[in-house]
């Protein structure tokens, strides 16, 4: 694991898919993120989902008429990144190239890039896409989403998740079959205009996808007021709500995405995919977020 720490904060950090594992509040010994001790819920913490969110018609996508297989999420979470720098203590930088293994399901010299930076208030994290093809001139598609599990201390109904400057009425995308989206933009009726109300109840169907590109951010906040974790949504124009389902379980993950799951059907043109980004050859392109805890 790789530590990094500031006067107010500790963090851990896993190469194996440059998942952040830890962070804790010096003050008072606080965990923010989801661990897994007893192996009884989710035994992942804050994966990295690229280059693909959510899972594949058939675990497979077309690209220039041609099939390729891709696992669910993606396949950085489960990878080594090859490159590490840590420029200070309170500071880490991450790096997954291409290998002949990638290429073979993910055509393209890309590199992803993750810097995680401990502040004052809490924990910024920063990507990076680069396309890193010298000769080819085709644009690389690609989808990618944070996944945090977020630690709780008491029921999931004390809670809501509230998305600053969204548009009232929220919506959200139709799930069904799960996990596929079922090409609809419905109603999220038991939103209370920004706010959602938590439940296990809410979230034992599937994942929830706010359709919010408006929002600046989204604030997981206990109705007593003794806990909150805001996140910036400024680079991402989803944010997707999750537990697991009918397990009771203690945590909830908040997730900004800059992607989208499969419309339920066949595999489909990654080129022509809602939600993905292209990024031209030579080229590379950044989203960011800021963790705020209270």
Request: aromatic share 10%.
């Amino acid at each position: 694991m790789i530590k990094i720490s500031n006067d107010n904060f500790t963090a851990e950090i896993d190469p194996l898919g440059a998942q952040l594992t830890t962070l804790t509040r010096l003050s008072d010994g606080r965990s923010y993120i989801w661990n897994d001790t007893e192996g009884k819920f989710w035994g992942r913490h804050a994966p990295i989902l690229f280059p693909s969110i959510g899972r594949s018609n058939d675990d497979h996508y077309t690209l220039d008429g041609q099939t390729y297989a891709m696992r669910q999420h993606g396949f950085a979470r489960d990878l080594q990144f090859d490159q590490i720098d840590q420029p200070d203590d309170a500071t880490v930088t991450l790096t997954l190239h291409a290998t002949d293994e990638s290429k073979a399901i993910y055509p393209f010299d890309f590199a992803l890039t993750v810097t995680y930076k401990l502040t004052e208030t809490g924990l910024r994290t920063d990507y990076t896409v680069a396309n890193e093809s010298a000769t080819g001139t085709q644009s690389m598609p690609f989808a990618l989403g944070s996944h945090p599990g977020l630690a709780l201390d008491q029921p999931l109904e004390n809670y809501t998740v509230t998305l600053q400057d969204a548009k009232t009425p929220l919506t959200k995308f139709g799930i069904g079959p799960v996990p596929f989206r079922n090409g609809e933009v419905e109603p999220f009726t038991e939103a209370k205009d920004n706010t959602v109300p938590l439940s296990h109840e809410l979230l034992d169907d599937g994942l929830i996808i706010i359709n919010s590109p408006e929002a600046t951010s989204a604030t997981l906040a206990a109705k007593d007021g003794h806990y909150s974790v805001k996140l910036d949504l400024a680079d991402f124009p989803y944010v997707t709500l999750w537990s697991p389902e009918h397990k009771n379980a203690p945590f909830v993950c908040v997730e900004p995405f800059h992607g989208l799951p499969d419309v339920a059907g066949k595999p489909g043109d990654w080129q022509k995919k809602q939600g993905n980004t292209s990024v031209a050859a030579g080229d590379s392109v950044h989203f960011g977020y800021d963790m705020t805890l209270d």
